[in-house]
C-alpha cells in the first residue's frame, strides 16, 4: 500500500461550500429565535436584542467567509495523481497501442511494453531487462541515450533493419514529464516490399517489351540496309517480325487484363453461373488450336450438370483458357490434354479432386482457398491434364509469379509471356478458390482449381 498523500486529505468533497453555508445559516437563525424570544419575554430591551442580531449575524458572516473559499479547494487545485496510478496508466497506454510501443527507464532498462513489443523484442516474460540486450540496432540504442539525457526534442525516427526483408522505424520521444522515453515502432516492410515489387514488375515488363521491339527495329533495319535489295529474304523476315509483334500485342493484352483484374479485386463476383457451362464453352474455344497441334482436346463430366457458382463468367473463362493453352502448348503433337470437372462436398474434397490425380507425382499449391473454418463449403473443381514434359520439383512454387517461365532455363523453343498463371492465381483468389500442380517429369503436368458453389 502506498503512503497517503496529504493533498488527499486536503481535498473537499464537492458540494461542501453549499453545506457550510447552510449549517451557518442554521446556527444564526437559533441565535436570532433565542434573542427574539427574550425580547418578546421583555428579558432584553427589544433595540439591544435587534442590535445583538445583527452584530451576530455579522460575525456569523464573517467566520464563515474567513473560513472558505468561494471556489471548493477540489476543483481550485488539480489533484496530484499518485505515481502507482500514473505507470499503471502509462502500461495501459501502451496497451490501447495498436503498434509495438516499449518504455525504457534512465538505467536504459526496458520497464513497460505491449504484447506486439513483446512479440518483436522476444522478452519471453524476462522482467524490465537492459535495452541493450534486446536490441541491436546501434542506431536506436544511441537515439534512446539521447533521449534520456534529455538531448533531444519532439520525436526521433531511426529506421531499423532487422532482416534481409524487414524494416522498422522507430519513433522515440520523451512524454513531457515522463520520467521515461517511449518507442513506437512502426512496420515499414510491407511499404518496401510493395514498392520494391512494383519497380521490380516495371522493370520486368518494360525488358519483356524491351525484347520483341528490338528484334522489330533490327529488322527493319536490315531490310532498309543489308538486305535492301535482297527481296527474296523479305517474306521469312516479315515472318518473324509478324510473331514479334504478335508477343508484343500478347504482353500487353496481360497486363492489361492483369491490372483490370487487380483494380475490381475489392468488388467479389456477384453473378449466379453455371460452372459447368463455363467448362463446356472454355473447352470449346481452344477446340481450334487443339485441332491446329494435332492434340486431342477430351472433355470429362456432364456440360449438363447444373453446378451454380458466384462468379465473374469471363474470368473464370480466362483460368481455364489459360490452363488450356500452356496444356496444349506443353503437349506434343499426337498427345492428349483432358479437362475434368465436378462438384465435392468440402474445399478439402473439392483440393483432392482437382489436384491429387496421381500417385507417382510433385505436387504443389499455388494458392489456398479461403474456406470458412470448420465449414464444410461445397465446392466445384477443373482438373486439366496433359501430355508435356512435366514442371522441375524446383520451379513449382514459383509458378504463378509474374513473369516466370519455367522453360526459360530449359532454352526451349517455346514461348511466353509467363502472365498467364499469375493471371489464373489473381482471379481464383478473388473467387476465394484455389490452384494447385502436379506434375511427372516426361509424362505430364495437372493443373487444379477450385472453388466455393453458390448456396441453393
Ligand atoms: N502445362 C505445363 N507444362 C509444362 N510447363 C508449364 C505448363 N504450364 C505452365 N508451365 C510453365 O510455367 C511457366 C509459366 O506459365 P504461364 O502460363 O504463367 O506463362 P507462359 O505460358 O510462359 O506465358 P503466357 O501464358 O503469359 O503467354 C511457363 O513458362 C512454363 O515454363
Ligand atoms: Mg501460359
Known amino acids: 500500500m502506498s503512503k497517503a498523500d496529504p493533498a488527499e486529505n486536503r481535498q473537499v468533497p464537492r458540494g461542501g461550500s453549499r453545506r457550510r453555508a447552510r449549517d451557518f445559516a442554521v446556527l444564526g437563525s437559533c441565535f436570532a429565535l433565542v434573542l427574539l424570544l ?13 442590535a445583538a442580531i445583527i452584530v451576530l449575524a455579522s460575525i456569523v458572516f464573517a467566520y464563515y467567509i474567513g473560513s472558505s473559499s468561494f471556489l471548493p479547494v477540489g476543483e481550485a487545485s488539480p489533484q496530484p495523481v499518485p505515481e502507482e496510478k500514473r505507470r499503471l496508466d502509462s502500461a495501459q497506454l501502451l496497451r490501447a497501442l495498436p503498434l509495438p510501443a516499449f518504455e525504457v527507464d534512465d538505467d536504459k532498462r526496458i520497464v513497460a511494453f505491449n504484447d506486439p513489443a513483446d512479440m518483436i523484442l522476444r522478452l519471453d516474460g524476462r522482467t524490465n531487462p537492459r535495452a541493450s540486450t534486446v536490441i541491436r540496432s546501434p542506431a536506436l540504442l544511441s537515439a534512446i541515450d539521447r533521449m534520456s539525457q534529455g538531448g533531444g526534442d519532439g520525436t526521433v525516427s531511426v529506421e531499423v533493419d532487422s532482416g534481409p526483408d524487414e524494416t522498422w522505424r522507430a519513433h522515440v520521444s520523451r512524454p513531457t514529464g515522463s520520467a521515461q522515453t517511449l518507442v513506437v515502432l512502426e512496420d515499414l516492410t510491407p511499404v518496401r516490399r ?16 524491351r525484347t520483341p521491339l528490338t528484334a522489330l527495329s533490327g529488322f527493319i533495319e536490315t531490310m532498309r540496309g543489308p538486305a535492301k535489295d535482297d527481296t527474296g529474304s523479305w517474306p521469312r523476315f516479315l515472318d518473324i517480325m509478324a510473331g514479334e509483334s504478335e508477343r508484343m500485342s500478347r504482353l500487353i493484352a496481360d497486363l492489361l487484363s492483369l491490372s483490370r483484374i487487380e483494380f475490381s479485386e475489392h468488388i467479389p463476383p456477384s453473378e449466379r453461373e453455371n460452372f459447368s457451362r463455363i467448362a463446356l464453352d472454355a473447352t470449346e474455344a481452344l477446340q481450334a488450336v487443339a485441332d491446329d497441334r494435332g492434340v486431342s482436346l477430351v472433355l470429362e463430366g456432364d456440360p449438363d450438370e447444373a453446378l451454380p457458382v458466384v462468379a465473374h463468367r469471363d474470368e473464370i473463362i480466362q483460368v481455364v483458357e489459360n490452363l488450356l493453352t500452356n496444356a496444349l502448348k506443353y503437349t506434343p503433337a499426337g498427345g492428349k490434354v483432358r479437362v475434368s470437372f465436378g462438384q465435392a462436398g468440402s474445399m478439402a474434397e473439392a483440393r483432392t479432386l482437382a489436384a491429387q490425380g496421381w500417385v507417382d507425382a510433385e505436387r504443389m499449391t499455388l494458392l489456398q482457398a479461403a474456406g470458412r473454418p470448420g465449414k464444410p463449403d461445397a465446392s466445384v473443381w477443373l482438373r486439366v491434364e496433359d501430355e508435356g514434359p512435366g514442371i522441375e520439383r524446383e520451379h513449382l512454387p514459383r509458378l504463378g509469379e509474374r513473369f516466370y517461365r519455367a522453360d526459360q532455363s530449359r532454352g526451349g523453343k517455346i514461348t511466353g509471356t509467363g502472365l498467364g498463371l499469375a493471371i489464373v492465381k489473381h482471379i481464383m483468389a478473388h473467387h476465394r478458390g484455389g490452384l494447385a500442380v502436379e506434375t511427372r517429369m516426361g509424362k505430364g503436368s495437372a493443373f487444379g482449381i477450385w472453388l466455393p458453389a453458390a448456396r441453393l
Open 194 to 209: 510493395a514498392a520494391r515489387a512494383r519497380s521490380d514488375f516495371l522493370a520486368n515488363a518494360s525488358h519483356e517489351l
Open 38 to 50: 427574550l425580547a418578546i419575554t421583555g428579558e432584553v430591551n427589544f433595540i439591544v436584542a435587534v
